[in-house]
């Protein structure tokens, strides 16, 4: 029987979006830039279901009966390979799943990649997006390595800033919980969008951080991607708190890998911070300062981990029968 399997990387947003434009087509309400990283893996096989008459999803090994996320995929994709079968699709993750570390993007994207191929379907990178964007609004950056904007004014094209060795940073994930959100992204972009009294400016300076951060990157400028991204940050983790009800994903591990952040800003270490919906505290620092920052994480918080990754590549299929 013909397995298919496929790898893509998580990516992390610099300029977020929070809200969508579009809930049933799940698109989202602005543009968005991120970075894909490496060592961070969403696997993916698929293969004919012969066994049951209905696509099956097992996630690290355990059955989902939730297949809203890749249903949707799954039938724009059928319209390509003109067949209506059944798939099993396996997908394992070598981090912790649905807790703020892009998961789903990642997943969305490794699954996509692997359906491609198993139909030998040769898509287009617009069709690849809108495939991904059905089921994560963030997978389609995955599909992209290095640094990526996703142009919701230019029917969400996903294109790349910089090429992952044009500018060697390293990115530190601090692991502070490997709880599931109690409140998932999609829904809590719905109460933002319909509670918060922000939310509108949330919106209207998505183009001056969109682009504030494509100089930054494009010039290599840690400083400046510095002060637009931890803007950008701050200003989405308040809309969600100025929602009804108050959605605040960090926790006190959070707070005191901030607080560590700033002291080792203050002793002349050149890093910054993002932090997605999710406790999980992501640090883009000068490679020069990577172990004594995460040593530092490590030493004088409670994190439970903190991931070393560099910039990652596009997804691609690792075995083929």
């Given at each position: 029987m013909k397995e298919t399997v496929a790898i893509a990387h998580p990516n992390f947003a610099l300029v977020k979006y929070w809200g969508k434009r579009n809930s049933n087509q799940n698109r989202p309400a602005m543009s968005s830039i991120s970075v894909t990283v490496d060592t961070m893996i969403s696997t993916t096989k698929i293969f004919k279901n012969t066994q049951l008459n209905q696509h099956q999803l097992f996630i690290n090994g355990i059955e989902e009966s939730d297949l809203s996320k890749i249903l949707p995929p799954l039938e724009y994709l059928s319209e390509f390979s003109r067949t209506d079968e059944n798939l099993v699709i396996e997908s394992q993750n070598n981090f912790p799943t649905s807790s703020g570390l892009a998961s789903s993007a990642s997943g969305i994207a490794s699954l996509v990649t692997a359906y491609?191929?198993?139909?030998?379907?040769?898509?287009?990178?617009?069709?690849?997006?809108?495939?991904?964007?059905?089921?994560?609004?963030?997978?389609?950056?995955?599909?992209?390595?290095?640094?990526?904007?996703?142009?919701?004014?230019?029917?969400?094209?996903?294109?790349?800033?910089?090429?992952?060795?044009?500018?060697?940073?390293?990115?530190?994930?601090?692991?502070?919980?490997?709880?599931?959100?109690?409140?998932?992204?999609?829904?809590g972009m719905e109460i933002s969008k319909k509670t918060s009294p922000i939310y509108q400016d949330w919106l209207d300076i998505n183009d001056k951080h969109i682009n504030l951060a494509m100089n930054a990157i494009k010039d290599k400028d840690m400083a400046g991607l510095e002060n637009v991204t931890e803007e950008n940050c701050k200003l989405?983790?308040?809309?969600?708190?100025?929602?009804?009800?108050?959605?605040?994903?960090?926790?006190?591990?959070?707070?005191?890998?901030?607080?560590?952040?700033?002291?080792?800003?203050?002793?002349?270490?050149?890093?910054?911070?993002?932090?997605?919906?999710?406790?999980?505290?992501?640090?883009i620092c000068d490679p020069k300062s990577t172990e004594i920052i995460r040593d530092t994480i490590i030493d004088k918080t409670s994190v439970i981990d903190v991931v070393y990754a560099g910039l990652g590549g596009p997804p691609r299929i690792i075995d083929e029968d």
């Open positions: 491609e191929a198993h139909y030998d379907l040769c898509l287009d990178i617009n069709h690849k997006v809108e495939a991904c964007m059905l089921g994560s609004g963030s997978a389609p950056r995955s599909l992209i390595g290095g640094f990526v904007l996703m142009d919701h004014k230019n029917n969400y094209r996903c294109s790349q800033i910089l090429k992952e060795p044009e500018w060697p940073i390293d990115v530190l994930i601090c692991i502070t919980s490997k709880d599931p959100k109690e409140i998932s992204s999609r829904e989405m983790h308040k809309v969600m708190k100025t929602s009804n009800p108050s959605i605040s994903y960090m926790t006190d591990v959070t707070h005191s890998c901030l607080a560590e952040i700033e002291n080792l800003r203050s002793s002349g270490h050149s890093l910054f911070y993002t932090i997605d919906a999710g406790p999980q505290v992501k640090i």
